[in-house]
């Protein structure tokens, strides 16, 4: 708690089994799917919103706690508690199902493909996917995707860092980078 502080930390981070759920996330976002059940944060509260068949700028409301939060986070410092935390991660990488690997690699690698994600010049369309049967969907919102199939067949990870608004986006891209930059000087 003492680099975000306690009021931060109790808001933004599920704090139970969190090396599982860092590794386990971590893991994940290269994939197709990353479930927010596992992830190390809670969910950005409110609903997903589209203006125009385009994501709403609105949305970067629902996630700005999140990137003020990384964007106090000193990399140097962040690096430092991945340091300290590391033999629990790889702990929790080995019980995920992959013993005798690293997950010092395995993160790097993970961030190298969230850099490479594509910045588009404007908030990118969605459509409403369509849930035949005689059951409505509870919450229709979480059922958009990318109308551009080259967005939509990219990983988790990257499909949520789309979602951010273009200064969000590329704030927390510059964090990552210069994240990657501490952990791999090791």
């Known amino acids: 708690t003492g680099l975000l502080g306690r009021e931060a930390v109790l808001a933004l981070l599920q704090t139970d089994g ?6 386990a996330t971590v893991d994940a976002l290269p994939r197709g799917h990353a479930a927010p059940r596992l992830w190390p944060v809670h969910p950005a ?17 629902r996630y700005a706690p999140f990137v003020r939060m990384v964007e106090r986070l000193d990399p140097a410092a962040a690096a430092g508690l991945y340091r300290r935390l590391q ?5 929790a990488y080995e019980n995920l ?7 010092d690699d395995r993160l790097l690698e993970v961030v190298d493909h969230l ?6 010049d404007s908030p990118p369309a969605v459509t409403l996917t369509e849930v035949k049967g ?13 109308a551009d199939p ?5 990983s988790a990870g990257q499909r949520i860092l789309l979602r951010l608004g273009d200064a969000q986006r590329r704030s927390l891209i510059d ?6 930059a501490q952990v791999a000087a090791r």
Not at 18 to 23: P, S
């Open 18 to 23: 969190f090396a599982e759920r860092v590794v």
């Open 150 to 154: 080259a967005l939509e067949s990219r």
């Open 175 to 180: 964090w990552l980078r210069a994240f990657r």
């Open 87 to 91: 033999p629990q991660l790889q702990a």
């Open 115 to 120: 850099l490479a994600t594509p910045q588009p």
């Open 97 to 103: 199902g992959y013993p005798g690997r690293r997950f």
């Open 134 to 146: 005689p059951i409505a969907p509870e919450r229709p919102w979480v059922r958009y995707e990318y």
């Open 45 to 61: 509260e409110g609903r997903f919103t589209v203006d125009g068949g385009r994501i709403a700028a609105a949305n970067e409301q």
